[in-house]
Structures are given as structure tokens and as C-alpha cells.
């Protein structure tokens, strides 16, 4: 496969705790016109950030999956430097940035991409793939506007439970926090604080340092602002439930129990994955190599890292 590498980054990994830089997602051509993604990752950062086992469920879980509400993967691979995962380029840029600069989003436009995700995370889920990360920042918009998960950091396969502490504070389930071991009922928690978030402009449970938000979380009270829709606070509410045991999507009839809240009356769920409503936001991209919707980075010398020793390479013979 021969790649023309472009100029423009758009992303830097970092651990989840902030200590260090470990990849980055450059922009790469094949072809005249074919755009996508490459996810650049230094073998020795990654040993070093203890992020092998993260990697490696990434890895695995993109190369098992296809849907069109998740950035697919095309080719995974890897070098005595680099691990290398190429995926689609979503050129319309993070929900994040729309979110911020609408400041919040209105009750149709929020039901849109929240019912897209429930899609996404309901096919993941039958799976047994946990997501752990549902934030803004990992949303993307594609050239129509329809939403595309990204960044499979954090997901793992769980058939029962599992205990690693990850994610990001806001979006934390009180599971989680509590170290009580965790399964796909975190991802309807977070499912619940997003919608919040799209809804009012700001997550319900916000503090100026991680401890605080924890507080907040496992005391669970939310301060309802008024332009939140009733309808849409009684979703809300069903998902916020600290008894992962009656957490909406968490119980016999799983998903559909959320598809069937009254928030979604007007939703047609046969007809979401094949993505013919039209979205509320249509990105602003004038070719398919447009990179206009991304924060760019600084190139710096991530080129220049050291190879893997024998021993370390190891550790990604299956990669």
C-alpha cells in the first residue's frame, strides 16, 4: 500500500492522565483522491505510558467491527519504530467544536446524534465490546453530517465485568469511580451525561478538579436547568441511575428500552443506520482532503524516536 504522507496533524494521543504524548493521526493520500487517516503510534512512548494493553484491544476490537456510525479501520501495521493503524478520514471535524461554538444544541438536534450513538454503542454492546469513552471530543461529523465514533483507546471486550479505571472525569459512571467492576451499563451512563451536555452546553456533573466531580457523581444530584425538556430530563434521569441494575439499556430488554423512551417516539430505528435523515449540521468541507475542521498540531520531531529494542518488539508480535 503506498501512502502519500500530508501535511496536516490532526490529533495528538496522550495517556488519559495527561503525563505524555505516545501517537499522533496524520493525514495520508493514496491515491489522486482517496484521503484517510493514519494513527502513528511510538512503540517505545507506548511501553513507557503503560498503554500495550489498551493498543492492543484497539487493534483487535477495529479489526472486528464495521459500522456506519464508527471510524472504521483499513489496515493495521508496524515497523521497529511505529504501530500504524490506518483509518477513514472523517473530514467534518469533532461534535465538541460544534457544541461549543453553538454553545448547546436544541432538543431535534440532540435527539439526532444521540440516536445515532444508541445505534453504534447497541451493536457494539451485542459484541460484548464496552466503549468507555462517549465524549464530544470523540464524536465526529462526516461530509453529510452523520456522527462517527472514534478513538477505541479505551474499549475492551467484557463478558462479565472488568475493573480498570479509564475514561474521562465528567463522564465517569459511579461504577467506575467506586472500583465496584464495570460492564456495558457505563456506556448508557455516559449515553445520559452526553444528551445533558448537547442539551445545556455543559456536563451535570462539573467541578475544578477530578475529586470534586467524583463527589458530584456519586452524591448524584444534577441541578435541572429549565430549557431542558421534560421529556428528554426523563431520559436523562433513567440513564443517570446510580444502580447500574436499573440503568435504562441495562436491563432484560437491554437497547431497546431506550429506543422506545418517549424522546424517540419520532425516531424510525430501522432506518438510522442506513443514515437517510437529513442531519442537522452539514460541515463546511470543500474537498475531501479539507482538514479546515480540525485543530492542527505542531509537527515536531515525533519522527525522530528511537526503534524498539528485540525484547520490546516482542510484546507486539501479534500486532
Given at each position: 500500500?503506498?501512502?502519500?504522507?500530508?501535511?496536516?496533524?490532526?490529533?495528538?494521543?496522550?495517556?488519559?492522565?495527561?503525563?505524555?504524548?505516545?501517537?499522533?493521526?496524520?493525514?495520508?493520500?493514496?491515491?489522486?483522491?482517496?484521503?484517510?487517516?493514519?494513527?502513528?503510534?511510538?512503540?517505545?512512548?507506548?511501553?513507557?505510558?503503560?498503554?500495550?494493553?489498551?493498543?492492543?484491544?484497539?487493534?483487535?476490537?477495529?479489526?472486528?467491527?464495521?459500522?456506519?456510525?464508527?471510524?472504521?479501520?483499513?489496515?493495521?501495521?508496524?515497523?521497529?519504530?511505529?504501530?500504524?493503524?490506518?483509518?477513514?478520514?472523517?473530514?467534518?471535524?469533532?461534535?465538541?467544536?460544534?457544541?461549543?461554538?453553538?454553545?448547546?444544541?436544541?432538543?431535534?438536534?440532540?435527539?439526532?446524534?444521540?440516536?445515532?450513538?444508541?445505534?453504534?454503542?447497541?451493536?457494539?454492546?451485542?459484541?460484548?465490546?464496552?466503549?468507555?469513552?462517549?465524549?464530544?471530543?470523540?464524536?465526529?461529523?462526516?461530509?453529510?453530517?452523520?456522527?462517527?465514533?472514534?478513538?477505541?483507546?479505551?474499549?475492551?471486550?467484557?463478558?462479565?465485568?472488568?475493573?480498570?479505571?479509564?475514561?474521562?472525569?465528567?463522564?465517569?459512571?459511579?461504577?467506575?469511580?467506586?472500583?465496584?467492576?464495570?460492564?456495558?451499563?457505563?456506556?448508557?451512563?455516559?449515553?445520559?451525561?452526553?444528551?445533558?451536555?448537547?442539551?445545556?452546553?455543559?456536563?451535570?456533573?462539573?467541578?475544578?478538579?477530578?475529586?470534586?466531580?467524583?463527589?458530584?457523581?456519586l452524591a448524584g444530584k444534577v441541578e435541572w436547568p429549565k430549557i431542558i425538556d421534560l421529556v428528554a430530563k426523563d431520559l436523562i434521569k433513567k440513564l443517570l441511575?446510580?444502580?447500574?441494575?436499573?440503568r435504562l439499556g441495562n436491563m432484560k430488554n437491554g437497547a431497546d428500552d431506550i429506543k422506545r423512551h418517549k424522546w424517540f417516539k419520532n425516531v424510525d430505528w430501522?432506518?438510522?443506520?442506513?443514515?437517510?435523515?437529513?442531519?442537522?449540521?452539514?460541515?463546511?468541507?470543500?474537498?475531501?482532503?479539507?482538514?479546515?475542521?480540525?485543530?492542527?498540531?505542531?509537527?515536531?520531531?515525533?519522527?525522530?524516536?528511537?526503534?524498539?529494542?528485540?525484547?520490546?518488539?516482542?510484546?507486539?508480535?501479534?500486532?
Amino acid at each position: 500500500m503506498h501512502l502519500e504522507l500530508r501535511c496536516a496533524e490532526l490529533k495528538d494521543y496522550h495517556t488519559g492522565s495527561g503525563t505524555g504524548t505516545f501517537g499522533r493521526v496524520v493525514l495520508v493520500r493514496e491515491g489522486p483522491k482517496a484521503y484517510l487517516a493514519l494513527k502513528v503510534m511510538a512503540i517505545t512512548q507506548v511501553i513507557k505510558l503503560k498503554q500495550i494493553e489498551h493498543i492492543k484491544n484497539e487493534k483487535d476490537i477495529l479489526s472486528s467491527i464495521s459500522h456506519p456510525f464508527i471510524v472504521n479501520m483499513v489496515w493495521s501495521h508496524k515497523d521497529n519504530v511505529f504501530l500504524y493503524m490506518l483509518m477513514e478520514y472523517v473530514p467534518g471535524g469533532e461534535l465538541f467544536s460544534y457544541l461549543r461554538n453553538m454553545g448547546s444544541f436544541n432538543n431535534q438536534t440532540s435527539n439526532f446524534y444521540a440516536s445515532e450513538i444508541v445505534c453504534a454503542l447497541d451493536y457494539l454492546h451485542v459484541k460484548n465490546i464496552v466503549y468507555r469513552d462517549l465524549k464530544p471530543e470523540n464524536l465526529l461529523l462526516d461530509v453529510d453530517g452523520h456522527l462517527k465514533i472514534t478513538d477505541f483507546g479505551f474499549a475492551k471486550v467484557v463478558l462479565d465485568r472488568t475493573w480498570t479505571l479509564c475514561g474521562t472525569p465528567e463522564y465517569l459512571s459511579p461504577e467506575i469511580i467506586l472500583s465496584k467492576g464495570h460492564n456495558k451499563a457505563v456506556d448508557w451512563w455516559s449515553l445520559g451525561v452526553l444528551i445533558f451536555e448537547m442539551l445545556v452546553g455543559y456536563p451535570p456533573f462539573y467541578a475544578d478538579n477530578p475529586f470534586g466531580i467524583y463527589e458530584k457523581i456519586l452524591a448524584g444530584k444534577v441541578e435541572w436547568p429549565k430549557i431542558i425538556d421534560l421529556v428528554a430530563k426523563d431520559l436523562i434521569k433513567k440513564l443517570l441511575v446510580q444502580d447500574r441494575t436499573r440503568r435504562l439499556g441495562n436491563m432484560k430488554n437491554g437497547a431497546d428500552d431506550i429506543k422506545r423512551h418517549k424522546w424517540f417516539k419520532n425516531v424510525d430505528w430501522d432506518t438510522v443506520p442506513s443514515r437517510k435523515q437529513t442531519a442537522p449540521i452539514i460541515p463546511k468541507v470543500s474537498h475531501e482532503g479539507d482538514t479546515s475542521n480540525f485543530e492542527t498540531y505542531e509537527e515536531g520531531d515525533w519522527r525522530k524516536t528511537a526503534p524498539a529494542t528485540e525484547a520490546e518488539m516482542k510484546q507486539f508480535e501479534e500486532f
